[in-house]
């Protein structure tokens, strides 16, 4: 059977790998790609893919280029994977954040609505929702406490993601997916800041990182592992919403300690902390429980967090190397 897909936020990091994964299962991949007006395909070059994915430009923001992409593409699944990402930016451009986290989704859904076509989605749903949490790991029937506009934003769209599976019946889900990380990820996001910094420092190109807080714990995972249970969501009879996280809490001062550690460096000796890296309101501990996803869709996390941020390390040395 020939199998297409429509991958919104293609040129991101979990774009491209899920891009990956669905090219290395027979599909045809669509990327759905915003005007840029320079070059956003990195990754994907990074992964020897950019020629593989036939690209169609649109933007969340504008419902009718979702709706030409999904003509254009016959895609029988759509995974909007795009958004405004970037935490600390939502309370600096909160509109923004609004328009293309929450209504963008809505947008994609009354896209496959009008066109009735039986299009499977995946929505990129977030463990930010959960936000101030209480002390016990979070899963599907924990209570969302949103903490940035973005947490915010994201949970109109997986509401209105569950709200169109129960009133019109679409194959809808929702990955409620906690911090995955790999070498593709952004430079803002603060594995990246310190494994590219390890790197510089490590190469003397730079010798301080500064911080915000690091004392908040996050579950972090491997985004190869993470794009794979997006794919399985959409391959299941009915659609669900499920928690994808590795099960394990460490905090951002443990995270970087693995990372200097690897290169043989003393993070005392190189962290500045920034009282203007603080967030308004902070997250301050995610703890995921998977069991639903393992129970239901076979799903296993593979890389824990040492493995991950020192396969970090190494590809941001080779990077800074490669800079001369
Ligand atoms: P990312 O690297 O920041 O990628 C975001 C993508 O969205 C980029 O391709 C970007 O395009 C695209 N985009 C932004 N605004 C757009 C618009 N108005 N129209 C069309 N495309 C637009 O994010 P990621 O880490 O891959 O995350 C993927 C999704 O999962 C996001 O929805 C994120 O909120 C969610 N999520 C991520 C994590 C995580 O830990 N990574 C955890 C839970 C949920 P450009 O390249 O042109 O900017
Ligand atoms: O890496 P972060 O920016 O990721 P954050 O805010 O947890 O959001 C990421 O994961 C979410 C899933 O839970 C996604 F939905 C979202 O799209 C994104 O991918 O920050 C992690 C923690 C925060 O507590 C932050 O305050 O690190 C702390 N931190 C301390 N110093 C810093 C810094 N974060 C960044 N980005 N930069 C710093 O200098």
Known sequence: MNRSALITGITGQDGAYLAQLLLDKGYEVFGFVARRSSDTRWRLRELGIDSHVKFIYGDLVDE????????????????NLAAQ??????????????EVDALGVLKCLEAIRELDTGVRFYQASTSEMFGLVRNQQQDESTVFHPRSPYGVAKLYGY??????????????????????????????FVTRKVTDAVARIKLG????????NID?????????????????????????DYVVATGETNTVRDMCRIAFEHVGLNLEDHL??????????????????????????????????????????DADIRRVKSEG
């Open 64 to 79: 009718s280029s979702i709706m030409r992409a999904l003509k254009a593409s016959r895609a029988t699944e759509l995974y």
């Open 85 to 98: 990402s970037f935490v600390a930016t939502s309370w600096d451009q909160p509109v923004l954040t609004a």
């Open 159 to 188: 509401w209105i993601t569950v709200n169109y599976r129960e009133s019109f019946g679409l194959h809808a889900s929702n990955g409620i997916l906690f911090n995955h990380e790999s070498p593709l990820r952004g430079l803002e």
């Open 205 to 212: 190109k730079q010798t301080e990182l500064r911080l915000g």
């Open 216 to 240: 908040a714990r996050r579950d972090w995972g491997f985004a190869g592992d993470y794009v794979e249970a997006m794919w399985l969501m959409l391959q299941q009879d009915k659609s669900d």
């Open 272 to 313: 500045v902390i920034d009282s203007k890296l603080f967030r308004p309101a902070e997250v301050d501990i995610l703890h995921g429980n998977p069991a639903k996803a393992k129970a239901c869709l076979g799903w296993q996390p593979k890389t824990g967090l040492p493995d991950l941020v020192r396969m970090m390390v």
